[in-house]
């Protein structure tokens, strides 16, 4: 639709861009209040399945009280004034007190597996009684302890447990919780190529992306901003591709600087911006955030995007074209 000759170069740009799960913002002491309520959740289905188990005739009253003591531990937090960090540790304790007592009641409980059901029921409430267990951790070492808790000990959500605290340097938001997305666009608009990162930072991603691109298509030039930099990536990229521009993270050497100043570079550079508008595009058509449950949705919810976004591309063209075809039609009835 787009080419004039199948063997066109193509002119790339890649940049990535964050897509938000499907969870609130999390601390440590909501993530308990939302383990503690599944638990209770979990419990309570088989008491609806079995109701002559004894022990959760009041399991209303442990919701009331974790949500309470949770609300409890928001407010001392959010409120100032003389002694907030005691009432802050007084309302954790309290937390904490119930949150355990829940727990050894959830232990003490008998309750009957029979069928499938009830085993799905039972590792769904070891699920959920593992991640109170981490909370429950997590909330004293880090109020009562006065510890820091290690990046690679927190836990986002207990649902969407993909989901990655992602720091993008922005002004607002400064924070997003989600995955990043790392897509690659070519001079017709269309996405080519698009990748979940797993964890990754934007340089990790050029190998991959180039090492499947540059074998499979002719390309002239490809654009990245400074985040995907890195001399090996550049290197590599060199060996395929005629044009690259990365900028550098830092400071340039005087060959560095030259590069970087000459006409062809700055124009592609300029260029790059169009990327960030077809970014702009996909998340004002639903991919800012993503509404699914589970990784497995996610990831098909932002492949379904993608390829939404290049058919609606597609169709643009081809209307496009359709439309320039009946206007010369229209021109030589009239000429005739």
């Known amino acids: 639709v787009f080419k004039k000759k199948e063997e066109a170069a193509l002119r790339l740009k890649t940049d990535s ?3 938000e799960s499907n969870v609130h913002f999390p601390t440590d002491y909501n993530l308990l209040w939302d383990s503690a309520r599944k638990c209770l959740d979990m419990a309570g289905k ?3 399945k079995y109701p002559w188990i004894s022990g959760w005739r009041k399991k209303h009253d442990w919701y009331r009280q974790m949500k309470n003591a949770m609300r409890a531990v928001g407010k001392a937090s959010s409120s100032g004034g003389k002694g907030k960090e005691e009432r802050i540790k007084q309302a954790v304790r309290y937390y904490l007190t119930k949150a355990r007592a829940l727990r050894e009641k959830l232990m003490d409980s008998e309750l009957p597996v029979i069928d499938e059901m009830d085993t799905m029921l039972l590792l769904n409430l070891m699920r959920y009684m593992k991640f109170l267990d981490k909370f429950i951790d997590l909330l004293d070492r880090r109020v009562l302890q006065g510890e820091q808790i290690p990046h690679d000990e927190k836990v986002f959500s207990i649902f969407e447990e993909y989901t990655e605290w992602i720091t993008k340097g922005k002004l607002s938001p400064n924070v997003e919780l989600g995955k990043k997305l790392a897509i690659t666009t070519d001079q017709y608009n269309l996405i080519v190529d698009y990748r ?3 964890n990754q930072s934007d340089s990790e991603m050029v190998k991959p992306i180039a090492e499947a691109l540059a074998s499979s298509y002719n390309i002239r030039s490809w654009s990245f901003d400074k985040g995907f930099w890195h001399k090996e990536n550049k290197a590599l990229l060199e060996k395929h591709i005629d044009k ?3 900028p550098k993270k830092g400071k340039c050497n005087k060959l560095e600087q030259a590069e970087e100043e000459h006409r062809s570079f700055k124009l592609l550079r300029n260029k790059h911006s169009a990327v960030e508008s077809n970014i702009n595009e996909l998340e004002h058509r639903g991919l800012d955030r993503c509404p ?11 492949g379904l995007a993608v390829a939404a976004y290049n058919l609606r591309r597609i169709g643009q063209e ?5 439309r320039k075809q009946e206007m010369a039609e229209r021109e030589l009835r009239a000429a005739a």
């Open 46 to 48: 088989f008491q609806q």
């Open 292 to 302: 699914d449950k589970s990784y497995d949705h996610f990831r098909r919810y932002v």
């Open 196 to 198: 979940i990162m797993e």
């Open 318 to 322: 081809l209307i496009a074209i359709r």
């Open 244 to 246: 690259v521009v990365m």
């Open 17 to 19: 861009f964050v897509v």
